[in-house]
């Protein structure tokens, strides 16, 4: 398979897995509608004064909305960043002083958008200092931020034509200069040991040199990689994530190197580096905004089931334990529904998107959800479906999970802040404080322009805004 579609294979979007006012009342409301202007909703939606009180210490947002970057630090200064190109994917450093994001050239005026390379920027939280990195002539596939540390904590990686090799870079934000840290013929993809000295990297060998999947932890000293995992006769390996401790890996398994049967789901795999056992947790689609670590590190929330189709019954959140990979469903709600977007809140409850579901075996969009133009997976059925979802709560301990009524009917995508809970609803970024009952929009036009539009109903909303504190 060819890097292109592995690329399509592995995800609908790109990969990033994301001012100045004072805090004052009326300058906070000021705030707000600039960060609604040019997004398609009136400055009239603004967030009001009543801000000034709920969001300072909330920490950092990005929005990427209309081709362009909103900020939102955590007095509640606020700040834009314009630019050539398209804007997306926005992430946090981990001290949550820079944010780095894709800037994509923009389709010419009355064109379908087509595929062009994305180039790495990074900005500090306050937008000042935005710069990309001097890489020539690629296409950025992936970016990371390590842990906060000293020297070099953004790896990205640069796939070049015709043949799609690829470098893996690791950069500084403070200068536009990365280096070269490994290349490959076939890269898969890569991840920060939660230390932040290594690199976990995942990539198939070329069939003349064996055709195997590899997957190697790569100190940044420059001693020499350790193959921790392989797969043979054009299998690769999808890394999800290390363990927060640091002791072992996620990742989900495709032994036959097809991306068509990994879009109907993959083994998602835990390997403990100490024994090298690699354990099954459950079958799962590729969407690393499906998994969520519990605060303590000890469970992993997944979306268990598979079939493309976003909607298809069976799929679920389960909580899985770490490293005895054991797993239980979470409640749902009775009825034909399925639960997506797992995340967690500071105290250990989880947050989780109920949507409706198929009938089992059912081809099309679930009861009540209009077809638009008779595809399924119009821009019509797909937002009808958005627009139907709710978000619940579990708490610790808890059998039953409580619907969040205050969210509204549409909520998903939750993000919990330590004063409340950031979702989207309705295309908009919205803000609940704790215990409140009025949201408070933050910004609107998510997902548009979308080059990606949705695949089989999927959207990463994830790809549209970054939190951090």
């Known amino acids: 398979m060819d890097e292109q579609n592995l690329r399509s294979a592995r995800s609908a979007s790109p990969t990033g897995k994301h001012r100045r006012w004072s805090v004052a009342s009326v300058a906070l409301a000021l705030a707000a509608a600039v960060l609604l202007q040019g997004t398609g909703y009136p400055a009239a939606a603004a967030v009001t004064g009543s801000t000034a009180s709920v969001w300072p210490g ?123 840290f490994a290349s490959f013929d076939e890269l898969i993809g890569f991840s920060w040991s939660p230390g932040g000295n290594s690199l976990a990297i995942s990539y198939r060998t070329s069939p003349g040199a064996g055709f195997e999947g590899v997957l190697e932890i790569s100190p940044l000293s420059g001693a020499s990689p350790r193959t921790i995992y392989t797969l043979s006769q054009g299998g690769y390996v999808e890394l999800a994530s290390w363990w927060p401790n640091g002791d072992g890996i996620i990742f989900w398994s495709d032994p036959a190197g097809s991306a068509s049967i990994a879009a109907d789901g993959l083994s998602l795999e835990s390997l403990d580096l100490a024994t090298g056992k690699a354990t099954n947790m459950a ?76 009938k089992a075996g059912a081809f099309g969009p679930p009861p009540d959800v209009p077809v638009g133009a008779g ?33 509204g009917v549409g909520a998903h995508t939750p993000t919990a802040t330590p004063r ?12 609940l404080p704790t215990g409140g009952s009025a949201p408070l929009a933050i ?27």
Do not use: M
């Open 58 to 180: 909330n920490g950092e947002v990005a929005v990427a909305s209309g081709g362009q970057l909103y900020l939102l630090d955590n007095a509640g200064t606020a700040s834009s960043l314009g630019g050539p190109g398209v804007v997306s994917a926005p992430s946090w450093s981990a001290d949550g002083k820079w944010v780095a994001f894709l800037r994509t050239p923009a389709a010419p005026a009355g064109k379908p958008w087509t595929s062009e390379n994305s180039v790495l920027w990074v900005a500090r939280a306050n937008g000042t200092d935005a710069h990309p990195f001097s890489v020539a002539n690629g296409d950025v596939t992936q970016f990371e931020w390590g842990p906060a540390r000293a020297g070099e904590n953004l790896a990205f990686s640069v796939s070049y034509p015709p043949q799609y090799t690829s470098r893996v870079f690791l950069a500084t934000p403070v200068t536009t200069h990365a280096r070269t």
């Open 375 to 407: 595809d399924p997976y119009s821009s019509k059925t797909v937002t009808a479906w958005y627009g139907a979802q709710r978000v619940y709560s579990l708490g610790t301990g808890s059998g039953k999970a409580t619907l969040l009524a205050a969210t």
């Open 420 to 431: 409340g809970l950031l979702y989207v609803r309705g295309e908009r970024l919205w803000y």
């Open 283 to 358: 079958t799962t689609l590729t969407y690393t905004n499906w998994l969520a670590w519990s605060p303590d590190g000890r469970t992993l929330a997944v979306v268990d089931g598979g079939n493309r189709s976003i909607w298809a019954s069976g799929k679920h959140v389960e909580l899985c334990a770490v490293p005895a990979a054991a797993c239980h469903a979470a409640p749902l709600p009775a009825g034909p529904v399925i639960s997506l977007e797992p995340a967690w809140t500071a105290g250990g409850s989880l947050l989780f998107v109920v949507a409706p579901g198929t």
């Open 443 to 469: 910004a609107g036009g998510l997902q548009s322009p979308s080059p990606y539009g949705n695949y089989y109903g999927y959207i990463d909303w994830s790809e549209d805004y970054a939190w951090h504190k």
